[in-house]
């Protein structure tokens, strides 16, 4: 479990809201209604536009370029909105806001002896995702972008000669990490990086040289 000091709730005007950028390149939003305080990813999730720049009435966020919604207490789609917001746990602890998230990262073998510093700024990286049995993570020719930690269920994976697929055996959740974020923030601490990189090649080299499951 991380917790990141994000402001003090003077800075947040009653009903309004501001975005801060956390070390690590993330971009955290956080509003007040009345007596609470949220925090959501700063980013819209339709397209590069910060939502501090939208509008918000204490109780709805609308994104200003193409007006998608969310309900504050929740970060849920409403209206036009095709996804929900990433939202933070909040503490607030003698007038200052804290961002908390615990995280499957840490048990993960790809990040396990990294610096808690830099597991922190990843794990605040990481979007928890729900993919249904049967659901396809990967398929050949997708985009490689992004990387997926398994948080529960089951995935498989096929590698072959013209095959390369992943998918969810049961239902499952899994963090995904914005792969240039996260190279960002194993730049930032070379050590760590390089852990992570050696690690991962020899999960890749693992799982060429037998399918695996996991
Ligand atoms: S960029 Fe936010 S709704 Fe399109």
């Not at 610096?115 to 794990?123: K, N, W």
């Amino acid at each position: 479990m991380s917790k990141i000091r994000i402001c003090n709730t003077a800075e947040i005007p009653s009903n309004g809201m501001k975005d801060y950028d956390v070390e690590g390149g993330l971009k955290v939003l956080i509003a007040n209604a009345g007596d609470c305080y949220y925090a959501y990813q700063g980013i819209c999730p339709h397209q590069e536009v910060c939502l501090a720049e939208g509008y918000y009435d204490g109780a709805v966020l609308t994104c200003h370029q193409h007006l998608w919604q969310w309900d504050i207490t929740t970060g849920k789609a409403i209206g036009l909105a095709e996804a929900p917001l990433e939202k933070y746990e909040v503490k607030v602890e003698d007038g200052e806001i804290f961002v908390v998230q615990s995280s499957a990262l840490k048990a993960a073998q790809l990040f396990m002896d990294i610096s808690g510093d830099t597991l922190q700024q990843l794990d605040l990286l990481a979007r928890r995702e729900k993919y249904e049995t049967g659901s396809t993570l990967y398929n050949i020719g997708d985009p490689t972008d992004d990387l997926y930690i398994l948080e529960s269920g089951r995935v498989e994976f096929l590698i072959g000669r013209d095959v390369a697929k992943a998918t969810c055996l049961e239902d499952s959740v899994l963090l995904r990490l914005n792969g240039e974020e996260t190279l960002k923030v194993l730049e930032s601490d070379p050590a760590s990086g390089y852990l992570v990189m050696r690690k991962l090649s020899t999960l890749i080299t693992r799982h060429l040289g037998s399918q695996g499951e996991k």
